[in-house]
């Protein structure tokens, strides 16, 4: 299988009220509140499709955080970053080759940015254990304390939580995989607002466990200089308010609704990034020829003419649909190839059967063509969504 299971039914998923809000699920409600419900939906990732950036910014914080784990006292610095990292990226490997999507990525050293992202978690781990060095087997030692990492705190009576990357020496250090600027409105370079309110959001977490806001707040990238925010505890404790503001928004929003979809802010940017395009029901309910740009990418809805042809001597797929909705106009459209290790599904869809396509290339003149992130599923595999009801 290269897709989700055939069922011989629809599965419907309730989404349910959100307890409490992190400081990136927080983002999450503010770029789109129904995708902010689809991710707390446990059973639906084996919609989706992952993303190896991702997975390369979830090793990258692992071996970040398990630097000074006791029990590897034997090994060297650069050897330890090694055993973590290789352990890291050996667990995630592990559950993309068990995902049916997610398998197509199956090959770690080929995860755009491998290479790039390994030397900067050594330069990194180099930096920070330099500043707080392990304790090692010679015995007692007059080191600093050490760092806390990924700590979970709780506030606001519960319905704020998060674990900052690092809490040490009086400020919050938050570790980025991606870019930290933004363009202001004058054209200068400027720490991401989401990423400060982000910070605020650490800062305030702190102050009601320890009693006091850290002054300065930390945006390390794996490439670049670090940004440092100052904290003020009013600033900070004004943003936990903004996120549980947030929160409490989307429950009572959930309780009102009828269906899912008025939850949404299905917009080609609020759109572009989301993992759930191909599920969603706001998203194709909206989307029209004028996102193609501002999307990125092209999405078509449509029926199939017949039968998937064989192509390049049964090594790939070509698709004749008639267009229903997306991102080109209402007319038939063939696309291809669909390379069949990757697309295998494909080989069961018949003439008459709704398909989904996301993430596809459009070429300058027009054409559309698959790439290693596009997806391709009949519209009966999709679960639906439903609000609780009563």
């Not at 955080?65 to 055993?83: A, C, F, I, S």
């Not at 997306?326 to 494909?346: H, S, W, Y």
């Amino acid at each position: 299988m290269t897709g989700p299971e055939r069922h011989n039914f629809q599965l419907v998923f309730e989404l349910l009220p959100i307890p409490a809000v992190s400081p990136s699920l927080a983002e999450t409600l503010r770029n789109c509140p129904l995708q902010a419900g689809l991710s707390r939906i446990a059973g639906i990732r084996h919609f989706l499709l992952g993303n190896p950036k991702a997975w390369l910014g979830i090793a990258y914080h692992e071996v970040l955080e398990k630097l000074w784990t006791p029990g590897q006292e034997h090994l060297t610095n650069d050897e330890l970053v090694d055993y973590l990292w290789t352990n890291a990226v050996t667990a995630l490997q592990q559950r993309v080759q068990g995902h049916a999507l997610d398998r197509r990525f199956s090959s770690p050293e080929k995860w755009p940015g491998y290479y790039l992202v390994r030397a900067s978690v050594l330069i990194r781990a180099r930096q920070a254990l330099e500043e707080h060095p392990r304790q090692t087997n010679a015995g007692p030692s007059n080191l600093k304390v050490q760092p806390l990492r990924e700590q979970a705190l709780s506030a606001m009576e519960g319905k704020l939580v998060g674990k900052p990357d690092v809490l040490a020496e009086g400020e919050i250090r938050d570790y980025k995989s991606g870019i930290v600027h933004e363009d202001s409105a004058d054209g200068q370079k400027v720490a991401k607002e989401a990423y400060v309110r982000q910070l605020r959001l650490y800062g305030h977490l702190v102050r009601e466990n320890s009693g006091h806001c850290p002054p300065r707040g930390k945006l390390m990238p794996m490439q670049g200089e670090t940004i440092e925010i100052e904290l003020d505890a009013s600033a900070c404790a004004t943003e936990a308010q903004a996120a549980v503001n947030l929160l409490d928004m989307f429950n009572a929003s959930l309780a009102a609704a009828t269906d899912v979809s008025e939850l949404a802010n299905a917009s080609p940017a609020a759109c572009r990034w989301c993992q759930y395009k191909t599920i969603c029901p706001a998203f194709w309910a909206n989307v029209d020829a004028s996102w193609v740009g501002d999307l990125g990418s092209a999405a078509i809805c449509g029926v199939l003419c017949e039968s998937p042809k064989s192509v390049h001597g049964g090594r790939a797929f070509s698709l004749s649909l008639n267009i229903e909705a997306g991102t080109v106009g209402n007319f038939p459209i063939t696309i291809g190839p669909f390379d069949q290790t990757v697309f295998g599904e494909i080989a069961n869809y018949q003439a008459g059967e709704r398909i989904r396509i996301v993430n596809l290339y459009a070429r300058k003149d027009g054409q559309l063509a698959p790439t290693s992130t596009t997806l391709c599923v009949r519209e009966s595999d999709c679960p639906t969504f439903k609000v609780p009801s009563g």
